[in-house]
């Protein structure tokens, strides 16, 4: 099998690179052993929010704080792709999706209610949740069922009005559970489970009248992610249509309803630009010619595969990914032995304080990159000529303090499948 | 205010055991819980009865009691000790003396042991080094000791005694050199209240200071500080240890049901308000049994923790202080003229039945009750029935095994398979329930996500039943997490690495907790 370019990893930013690459003419080829975070992850693009110095105050857009990175972190992956780029990256993805499918810019920060009453400030957001914006005042009501798992009204309810006091902002919030005798009978559903059955119209009638009494003065009602699990769109057009009232989604815990729309929609747009997806193949080694890669091995229906390509995206994720390993003596790269910029040792990895606000020293390993996302060494030379690296693996991010995982994701993604056409 | 004849300060196994002592020879007592039976020391112990062999040449008389001790709760909690026998073991390098001066000690104190060859330790014990030169074979054994405190806890309650968790003790009654009762508050209700009673007995273990202050006593103690690292597998059929001066290294490798618990030895105890365990230790305990067992080094770690020993500062002058295991009651009428007012010291999990017996003996002399200790005479409740009798009063009844899931009832913690309904069962009584109760009382959290994932469930289901004080849950949560941290940073590499990274995204990805209030 030969290609043009194989990415190896097949979360955000190894699709997003593959179709940048493939926009360009290239055969692609995504290795991966996973579906990467996409499945974890809330369904919201977060593109950046906080400061990374140990501010805890909301309030620069996205484009503010990436041009503070830049000014402050040279090697930080939105410094290395540069505002512009990142926004042709939210540009391109876009346009992978249904029109409108994702709405946001790197102008200003959507703020949003989760699962468990908290704010979250967030970049892009789907059309299933975009009612949802906290800075739209009104009264919104919450809607959990009997039985169904990890989403709780009155657990929500109370704690999204306490932080909405708490940010000053006006929109009033009420909480309501309902039985439905359809889905009790099932017991313990999961939102995955209910979001499948939410296709049918007849259960969505019922829903609907028993949701339709608690809506009173509300203009928008919430769910947890269960309008559908392909589609989003017939659903929620259904009740609102029904509530007289605009329909949202919550995100909450995995496993990710959106995530797996987002999905499906990406590797449709894969698909349609001819890559191959070798989803649940593992990519073990790579073979090296001089300072470029010739080939990578791939564990493939109980054989190694030899893969031949000109260009390589190395896409493997961070920690959580595997595409850095964590040894009590130290982080490594397995694919590609890379060098990871990384503390000093065990000891220091990590702070006391889960919610320091400096972050953890750790969270910031990984690959050091150059601007063409090049791995370099620490003087930097570029280790690997035909090989790009992207996403989580990139050292420098702290996506959990920073809220920027996604966002770094498409924006590197973007960058390293449009270089790898050079090759 | 409230009228009994002895008020026992503490909520371990020497607590629960003089409640339990008293109450059997017909003594009403009130057992004083500052939280529940799982709280402090219980849930940060090994869980080793010990043989006594790793004592018998430091300290052979408290060897001999350990042994002795160590056969009466196998007899009495047959149906959760686990008799597992235990391994002291000689590596290259390590002192082939001591082995032959142990052995002898040993016969002398009539505590069995038996010298096997590398082989014979490697047919006992397959997950041994190949290293072993040799190995001793002592009747070590091991209890779950929050099951043994419960046992205690609920038998004493048969008996009468009464059982108040999640009460401080403010203040001690003392009139004209004599302890009259202690000042209460109950957690839970905010209600304070007067016990008054003939005699109290601090039993509060790492507390005890502070209690006995209450009542003008200083009582100047020191400080060791043991760190563990719990493993998500069981490595051992038994226990595991070096054969050396327990000073020396002393780490043990103690098999604890389906998991294992690795210790060190005691530690000097430099910072009092820091007691955790750092990754440095977690790496010096995992390097140590992994000279013993090798797979200690390959297993996932799932917590961390600490624990503070307290010894009076001088006993006997020919031992050190901190090797010192014997049990001292101190009756404070003789000592600083409080009559009425003990404290216990010294007792260890083995030894906890007989500084009850002790404790209670003094606390009869005082009353001039004649009614002699029957404790090791009457075997404990049984498991299965700590899970069905529900205490009088205010303790909540307890399921220690996964119940078989109701029609509608959904799993809420996967490391465990612990089920809503069993939750549920545990939130007898309304209050302000912390996580960490509900997760003692049905082992919910106590897997390899260590709470991880289910905490917000768990929360869930109180909001579900207006058991939360509305809009706090999420602090709840916040603290909850912040604790859980504490046990799981300095174990965090490899895949408990790669969990906490996913736990962490939810957390403060998806919810942005972090900059919730």
Redesign the interface.
Known sequence: MDFDIIVVGGGLSGLISAAAAAEAGRRVCVVSCGTG?LL???GCI?LI??HPGGS?R?GPTPAELMERLAAEIPQHPYTLVGKSGIERAIGFFKSLLPEGEYSGDIDRLIQLP????????TGLVPRSMAAGALDQGGEMLVVGFQ?L????A??MA??L???LA?AQLSAVVRGE?VAVDAL?RH??ATVGALARRLEDEALLGIIAEKVRPLVGRASRVGFPTILGFMKDGPTRQCLEERLGARVFEI????PSVPGQRLANHIQNALNRRGVCLMLGDRALGAQMEGQKCRSIRVARHGQITEMNARGFILATG???N?GL????SGIREPLFGLPVRQPSG??V??R????D?EGHPLDRAGVTANVDLHPVDEEGRILLENVRVCGRILAWQD???E?S?SGVAIATGYKAGTLSTME | MEQTDVVIIGGGCVAAGIARDLSMRKIPCILLMQKDPAYGFISRCSGVLESGALHAVADPVAAREFYFENRIISRIAESFVEETDGLLVLLPGDDLEYISQLLQTLRQLGIPARRLSARKAMDKEPALAPEVIEAIAVPDATVNPYTLALANAHSASEHGAQLWIDCTVLAMLVEEGEVKGVHTRCQRTGEEIDIRARCVINAASANVSAIAAMAGIPLPLGFSKLSFVLTESRLTRGVVRRCQLPSLKGEVIVPSECQTILRTAPMEMLNLDHV?A???EV?RI?EQAGQMVPSARETRAIRAFATIQTFLEIRRPSIPPAAYRGIVILDHGVKDGVRGFYTVLGGKLTTYRRAAQLASDAVCRRLGVSAECTTHRETLPKMEDLSTKATAGRMPSVTPFAQAPK?????VCQCKKIY?SEIENSLVSPGPFGLGDIQHLTGAGIGSCQGGVCS??I???L??K?M?P??K??KA??EF??E???GV?PV???DC??EE??I???V??????????
Do not use: V
């Open positions: 975070d974890n992850f809330s977060d929010a906080y805890t909301l989760t699962a468990i009453g908290t704010i979250k400030p039985g798992r990890d989403f709780s009155p657990y109370p704690n009005a306490a932080s708490e559970t009790s017991g313990g995100p909450g815990l995995p961070g920690i959580r595997g390993q964590a040894f009590r065990r000891g990895w990590f006391s304080s889960l919610f606000p996506p959990f303090k809220k995982g | 955790a750092s990754p440095e790496d995992i029609p509608g009832d959904e799993i809503s917000t469930r929360l869930s289901i909001a579900d207006g939360l509305e809009d849950s999420n949560l916040r997490l912040e859980r941290w504490k940073f965090a590499w490899g690495l790669r990274e996913l962490r995204a939810i403060m990805e998806t919810f942005n907790l972090d900059h919730s209030k």
